[in-house]
T-cell receptor
Framework: SAVISQKPSRDICQRGTSLTIQCQVDSQVTMMFWYRQQPGQSLTLIATANQGSEATYESGFVIDKFPISRPNLTFSTLTVSNMSPEDSSIYLC????????????FGSGTRLTVV | AQSVAQPEDQVNVAEGNPLTVKCTYSVSGNPYLFWYVQYPNRGLQFLLKYITGDNLVKGSYGFEAEFNKSQTSFHLKKPSALVSDSALYFCAVRDLGGYQKVTFGTGTKLQVIP
């Protein structure tokens, strides 16, 4: 299965600032996904990042708040913009490599606290 | 729309006893089902998946899951629980014929009591 490196692993940020999270994969993958896991909650899909095209956002998430880049088949970034305490969550990237063999692989997550 | 229900927020089981974590799903087409485990301060680890074939799927760490189409269920099981199995378990589904979006259940906290 693919191996994902996600950075940073955690951060404490001031209200109103932005944080960019990086996701690096050791294999070329077509689709990368960004999830949010709020405290004590399940995972919610933010968007799907396709190389060479605009990300596809789920209902309730907008590009201005969560801009995503996908410059190549092994890398993506998610920016959490103009942060508020409600953005405090774990953010995870996920990829599918050999979908019907490996399932979906997740990064270790970025634990964000906004103060 | 696809959805997953995990009816139990927490399951407690004594070490050595069999465990079951329940999951039911809803998809419009054929389901592609997963179980993931999340240990404290860790990412999600893949346990097992079902696409087609044998209804009993074996996965990592001695876990297995039984697919039941008529009951639209995919319960996670283990014959003998270990204290180290204590973690948060997520069931997930995607529609095989649809967009590659995976929907997760709300999670079940498994507590194995020594």
């Amino acid at each position: 299965s693919a191996v994902i490196s996600q950075k940073p692993s955690r951060d404490i940020c001031q209200r109103g600032t932005s944080l960019t999270i990086q996701c690096q994969v050791d294999s070329q993958v077509t689709m990368m996904f960004w999830y949010r896991q709020q405290p004590g909650q399940s995972l919610t899909l933010i968007a799907t990042a396709n190389q060479g095209s605009e990300a596809t956002y789920e209902s309730g998430f907008v590009i201005d708040k969560f801009p995503i880049s996908r410059p190549n088949l092994t890398f993506s970034t998610l920016t959490v913009s103009n942060m508020s305490p409600e953005d405090s969550s774990i953010y995870l990237c996920s990829v599918v490599y050999q979908e019907f063999f490996d399932g979906y692989t997740f990064g270790s997550g970025t634990r964000l606290t906004v103060v | 729309a696809q959805s997953v229900a995990q009816p139990e927020d927490q399951v407690n089981v004594a070490e050595g006893n069999p465990l079951t974590v329940k999951c039911t799903y809803s998809v419009s087409g054929n389901p592609y089902l997963f179980w993931y485990v999340q240990y404290p301060n860790r990412g999600l680890q893949f346990l097992l998946k079902y696409i087609t074939g044998d209804n009993l799927v074996k996965g990592s760490y001695g876990f297995e899951a039984e697919f039941n189409k008529s009951q639209t269920s995919f319960h996670l099981k283990k014959p003998s629980a270990l204290v180290s199995d204590s973690a948060l378990y997520f069931c997930a589904v995607r529609d095989l014929g649809g967009y590659q979006k995976v929907t997760f259940g709300t999670g079940t906290k498994l507590q194995v009591i020594p």
